[in-house]
């Protein structure tokens, strides 16, 4: 059974930077397809980035070059890094995965996800 739980939101100024992280359980060292998620009350759930294990990274134009993400593969954690924060970027975060298929940057389905953390960024 793999869980996910997210950690690391907070309130910060505009400009400044968060470090989200994903921790998994019960991955048993296969692939998967990882995603970041980000929604706000009243608006749809947009995708911040999509990753695959131990692969690459697909960002969404609107967070390219502000936000990286990164794994720590041993313990099963995925990064997601925040730069130059704007108010717009304040939502509810949270990561989802499904096993590897093939189609990560194709298909933004899940089987998996967390409890989300909040993110909120002030002028």
């Known amino acids: 059974q793999v869980q996910l739980e997210e950690s690391g939101g907070g309130s910060v100024q505009a400009g400044g930077s968060l470090r989200l992280s994903c921790r998994a359980s019960?991955?048993?060292?296969?692939?998967?397809?990882m995603y970041w998620f980000r929604q706000t009350p009243g608006k749809e759930r947009e995708v911040v980035a999509s990753?695959?294990?131990?692969?690459?990274?697909l960002y969404a134009d609107f967070v390219m070059g502000r936000f990286t993400t990164s794994q720590d593969n041993a313990n099963d954690i995925l990064y997601l890094q925040m730069d130059r924060l704007k108010d717009e970027d304040t939502a509810r975060y949270f990561c989802?995965?499904?096993?590897?298929?093939?189609?990560?940057?194709?298909?933004?389905?899940?089987?998996?996800w967390g409890p989300g953390t909040q993110v909120t960024v002030s002028s």
């Open positions: 019960g991955y048993s060292g296969r692939n998967y397809c």
């Open positions: 989802a995965a499904r096993d590897w298929d093939g189609k990560c940057f194709t298909r933004t389905d899940y089987k998996y």
């Open positions: 990753t695959v294990t131990r692969g690459d990274t």
